[in-house]
């Protein structure tokens, strides 16, 4: 649940369906982290008969993918259902990426080629990441292979007798 996304349950055709709440028929579902929980307290919706939908481009605008989705923009189908009885986006969408310049495309084989998708320097980790996150904004590797403080040695540090 880290990000936003669907969960499916596949629910066993042995479950049962008789209980002393609900209705004949219906189940009790739970969720639960055994594991990794921190991000719980932060979680904003549960949404119940969810689904996830991808843009399709129809030779769209280049910088329709800019801006991100306002929430409620979505409101109907394309092709109508009678069995879906509401369309509802409650989010602001995500993911959207714009299409890539020319100059962009020539510096990201540059990269590439430089560092053939093995990070070595700091550089081929900050651009890596970069490239490859782009929701990620800035990335800053620290070097910690040489220190240059004020500690002196053990040796310096030693009385002399």
Known sequence: MITTGVILFDIPSKASKNNNILKNG???????????????????????????????????????????????????MVVADS????????????????????????TRVSERLRH?????????YEHIILQNFPSVYKVKCLNHTRYEGTATSINEAAPEM
Do not use: M
């Open 26 to 76: 219906l189940h009790w579902l739970r969720a639960a982290a055994e594991i990794d929980s921190e991000g719980i307290p932060q979680l904003i919706d549960i949404k119940c008969q969810a689904a996830k939908v991808e843009f399709k481009d129809k030779n769209n605008d280049p910088d329709y993918l800019a801006l991100p989705l306002p929430e409620k923009t979505i409101s109907k």
């Open 83 to 106: 069995a879906i009885k509401k369309i509802d986006q409650p989010f602001t969408s995500f993911g959207g990426r714009i299409q890539e310049e020319s100059d962009e495309f020539y």
């Open 116 to 124: 053939k998708n093995r990070a070595i320097t700091i550089w081929d």
